[in-house]
């Protein structure tokens, strides 16, 4: 332990596996599988399960004003409308 420095359980985990507890947005590429690796989790597994996490979460965002979500269900030309607010709301087309 680093002398005059507090250290969280998570970083002498780190530490205990030989990686870095300052991130400076650089090394993910490699403290990612190597966290993995101590987890047991393979990398395959583990990008789905992201995909499926960020599919949750614009669908989430998608239907965050349910007003307009409920009105355009009414309207006759419904996926017109929702593919506008789905371009409108992530900027690009689907």
Known sequence: M???RVLRPRDE???DHGMSTQSNGDDYE???PRLLNCLGISE???QEAIAW???EHVV???AEDKEVILKMARAKDFLVQFADH???RTGRKW
Do not use: D, N, P, Y
Request: net charge neutral.
């Open 53 to 55: 996490s960020l599919c």
């Open 86 to 88: 789905v371009r409108s």
């Open 60 to 62: 989430t965002f998608l």
């Open 2 to 4: 680093q002398q005059g």
């Open 30 to 32: 490699e403290l990612i």
């Open 44 to 46: 395959a597994s583990f």
């Open 13 to 15: 985990a780190l530490q």
